[in-house]
């Protein structure tokens, strides 16, 4: 319960006072971290990219930073490949270098019970993945907008014989699409043979958003064709 929103009204709240303990001995949380809680998980579910300069790293090559009572954890396995590799076989004094570096990340989980009390775990792999990502459906709204038909890489996921769809994954970035039975240009697809085509790489032409219903009838250029999600 946020005891401030009921207490706070006419007179502040003491800052930094713990509001009690749950059974387990997990402490709630303060007014300070819960803010700094909400922030991150804000930008979790926005899948912002934060900047992030850390103040610690440990001999296993893990970042970390504390604001106000909330450990922020940038792990090795999440640093990019160009940054771990810059860090392969520095010592811990060599590696502090990189806690002068402004470090793009984007959140990847939030803990907030235990004993060493609340934990944001960032990621650099997840902030480059979703800057890719923007990229490629900036591309892909473009090609929609101009009637670019140049055909691009896609992985099929899923055959649905039922609604005559494949579902595919653009570029393999994530990115889902579909395609239409009848603007397929391999073999027919039937029963015998459908399952054969989950994990193949076809290409296609991005040709509208099917989240709001979008369809071109005048493709005369576009070979596969490929509706995006409207995630744009």
């Given at each position: 319960m946020d005891y401030a929103?009921?207490?706070?009204?006419?007179?502040?709240?003491?800052?930094?006072?713990?509001?009690?303990?749950?059974?387990?001995?997990?402490?709630?949380?303060?007014?300070?971290?819960?803010?700094?809680?909400?922030?991150?998980?804000?930008a979790l579910s926005k899948n912002y990219i934060l900047n992030e300069v850390f103040s610690e790293i440990s001999p296993k090559k893990n970042l970390k930073k504390n604001i106000d009572g909330v450990t922020i954890i940038l792990s090795r396995q999440e640093l990019s490949d160009d940054l771990r590799n810059e860090l392969e076989g520095k010592t811990k004094v060599e590696a502090s270098?990189?806690?002068?570096?402004?470090?793009?990340?984007?959140?990847?989980?939030?803990?907030?019970?235990?004993?060493?009390?609340?934990?944001i775990y960032v990621s650099q792999k997840k902030a480059?993945?979703?800057?890719?990502?923007?990229?490629?459906?900036?591309?892909?709204?473009?090609?929609?907008?101009?009637?670019?038909?140049?055909?691009?890489?896609?992985?099929?996921?899923?055959?649905n014989l039922e609604k005559r769809i494949l579902n595919i994954d653009i570029g393999d970035y994530g990115i889902p699409g579909l395609i239409r039975f009848e603007g397929w240009e391999g073999d027919e697809i039937t029963e015998d043979n459908f399952k054969e085509l989950v994990g193949t790489v076809c290409?296609?032409?991005?040709?509208?958003?099917?989240?709001?219903?979008?369809?071109?009838?005048?493709?005369?250029?576009?070979?596969?064709?490929?509706?995006?999600?409207?995630?744009?």
């Open positions: 929103k009921i207490f706070a009204q006419n007179l502040p709240m003491e800052q930094g006072v713990i509001e009690k303990s749950d059974k387990n001995g997990n402490k709630a949380l303060t007014s300070e971290q819960r803010r700094v809680v909400r922030r991150y998980s804000d270098v990189i806690l002068e570096k402004n470090i793009s990340v984007a959140v990847m989980g939030i803990q907030t019970k235990g004993p060493a009390g609340p934990i480059e993945k979703i800057r890719k990502n923007r990229e490629v459906l900036n591309a892909l709204e473009g090609m929609i907008r101009e009637r670019d038909f140049t055909r691009i890489p896609a992985r099929i996921t899923y055959v290409h296609v032409s991005a040709v509208g958003r099917y989240g709001n219903g979008i369809e071109d009838k005048q493709l005369a250029g576009a070979h596969m064709r490929a509706w995006i999600e409207d995630i744009l």
